[in-house]
């Protein structure tokens, strides 16, 4: 069973505001992303680090910035929200198979 | 051509039938292979796992891989309602430190009761 966590579950904020996105594992995974999915939509990488000082851009080019100061802690950052960033935000990590993944943040941007 | 194709459904099915989900891929290299549940706005479950070819079972699930024909399924036998949900495959090489999987586009479940 994975241990990864995710808060806030839900964010309603207002244009032009910064934001970050928390998520932490317990499981010492060294490899951590991000991805952005709309609802009935595919799965999109926006991130992913594969160790402590790591870090690089997905397939999806996003706004956000990401963070690995800490194995376990994967912060995303939105420096100013608009309403196309609305959608949800999904963690995952991973260490030798396959990921495993957080319940997700849903972000609206009003 | 996406190099993971799922056909998106949805698929609706009687209680108790035998569901059968496929996947098909381009890249000969993919070796890992994932089977994932999601409920809708939740995070995506890992299902079943499989490395190379051959069948994985785990209760009512089965994972087959079909390598020479880039071609894998999942099988859910006895189906439940709580079964509905989206469907995703994704795999990935055994490309050193690589993990970034490939997904497919889900297929949505729905089991009538």
């Known amino acids: 069973e994975a241990d990864i966590y995710q808060t806030p579950r839900y964010l309603v904020i207002g244009t032009g505001k910064k934001i970050t996105l928390e998520c932490s594992q317990t499981m010492g995974h060294d490899k951590m992303y991000w991805y952005q999915q709309d609802p009935g939509m595919e799965l999109h990488l926006i991130h992913y680090?594969?160790?402590?000082?790591?870090?690089e851009k997905g397939d999806l080019s996003s706004e956000s910035t990401v963070s690995r100061i800490r194995t376990e802690h994967f912060p995303l950052t939105l420096e100013s929200a608009r309403p196309s960033h609305t959608s949800q935000y999904l963690c995952a990590s991973s260490l030798t198979g396959p990921q495993y993944f957080g319940p997700g943040t849903r972000l609206t941007v009003t | 051509q996406k190099e993971v194709e799922q056909d998106p459904g949805p698929l609706s099915v009687p209680e108790g039938a035998i569901v059968s989900l496929n996947c098909t891929y381009s890249n000969s290299a993919f070796q890992y292979f994932m089977w994932y549940r999601q409920y809708s706005r939740k995070g995506p479950e890992l299902l079943m796992y499989?490395?190379s070819s051959g069948n994985k079972e785990d209760g009512r699930f089965t994972a087959q891989v079909d390598k020479s024909s880039k071609y894998i399924s999942l099988f859910i036998r006895d189906s439940q309602p709580s079964d509905s949900a989206t469907y995703l495959c994704?795999?990935?090489?055994?490309?050193?430190?690589?993990?970034?999987?490939?997904w497919g586009l889900g297929t949505s479940l729905a089991v009538n009761p």
């Open positions: 499989t490395y």
């Open positions: 994704a795999m990935t090489t055994n490309a050193g430190n690589n993990r970034k999987l490939i």
């Open positions: 680090s594969y160790g402590v000082n790591s870090t």
